[in-house]
């Protein structure tokens, strides 16, 4: 098989405030316009399973975890930071989407599946160690990746992130663990607003200024991430996939079209082909234009089909 997704209809049941972003109708979209393309024929839909303490515990201090399920027990709804929303039912959410992001790596290791993507929220690359943000409350793409080394004892694992915003989360898991290549672009002076590395070999920011429409923002993948990319080897290649750098989408000022994201999709999958057997785990971040975000989703997943 070529090409799942997994998923969690608990994922839905994270219900934030009136006017913020991060609804569950970004599922729907996404899911929605896979149905009416009608892929969902040969492409799995699988339940994942949430994530366990273990799991989350690689990547998050106990403390922390521990908060988590402290806050879903007592009830109520509580605010993390000014942009991250928590009630009792985003645990059950934040750890199916967590848990999807292990079940993906599972099933590419096993070779049971060539490509995977985890169509799950709450995000996750903003995420740190001891703390949530950004709508973020585990950081699911970093549970998976620690799950490939701990579990497969994998040496090289790739992480592209091109959320309109930088993964913070991500780049603070990963500062001082060599087997994994994080490469970001995103918007910059932008939110998170906070210091990132550069000049670290395993490390590849690339900020872009507001308004990079696709030449520019192609170029700066071609220059950065590709070469560091092809050196690197990866034999897991994982993405953070954030559609908010769309022009349509009014949580950054990119420029970006699906034009874009299909291309990187295939850059991305030639990486894959050559260095990770085919080896692809993405996840979705971003994407808060729900008129549009199904179609820069499967923009970027069509290159998997082909």
């Known amino acids: 098989m070529v090409f799942g997704i997994l998923w969690h209809k608990d994922c839905e049941r994270h219900q934030v405030p009136t006017q913020h972003p991060e609804t569950p109708a970004r599922i729907t979209a996404i899911r929605d316009q896979l149905v009416a393309q009608g892929l969902d024929q040969f492409m799995p839909f699988t339940e994942a399973s949430p994530a366990t303490t273990e799991q989350l515990e690689r990547v998050h201090s106990a403390a922390y975890v521990k908060r988590m399920f402290s806050l879903a027990e007592s009830g109520g709804e509580h605010w993390l930071d000014p942009d991250t929303f ?37 995000p996750g690359h903003h995420a740190e160690r001891d703390c949530a943000g950004g ?42 663990e060599p087997r994994i290549l994080f490469c970001s672009t995103f918007q910059h002076p932008f939110y998170p607003d906070r210091p990132f590395v550069s000049g670290n070999d395993h490390i590849v920011n690339v900020p872009l200024p507001a308004y990079t429409a696709s030449r520019p923002f192609r170029e700066a993948v071609t220059e950065h991430w590709l ?27 990119l420029m970006l079209t699906n034009d874009d994201f299909a291309w990187l999709s295939g850059q991305l999958t030639k ?6 057997g085919n080896r692809l785990v993405a996840v979705l971040e971003g994407g808060y234009n729900c008129d549009t975000l199904g179609g820069s989703a499967l923009a970027f997943l069509q290159e998997y089909w082909k």
């Open 227 to 253: 070469p560091a990319l092809e050196a690197f080897r990866p034999q897991l290649v994982m993405v953070s996939a954030g559609f908010d750098g769309h022009t349509s989408d009014n949580m950054s000022q």
């Open 271 to 276: 990486i894959a082909e050559n260095h990770a």
């Open 135 to 176: 709508f973020c409350i585990f950081n699911n793409i970093a549970v998976g990746a620690a799950h490939a080394l701990a579990t497969y004892g994998l040496e090289r694992v790739a992480i592209a992130d091109f959320d309109a915003h930088h993964g913070n989360g991500t780049e603070s898991i990963f500062r001082d």
């Open 86 to 122: 928590f009630m009792p039912e985003t645990l059950t959410a934040a750890l199916c989407a967590a848990g999807a992001c292990v079940e993906a790596v599972d099933l590419v290791m096993k070779s049971k599946v060539r490509h995977q993507f985890c169509l799950v929220r709450p």
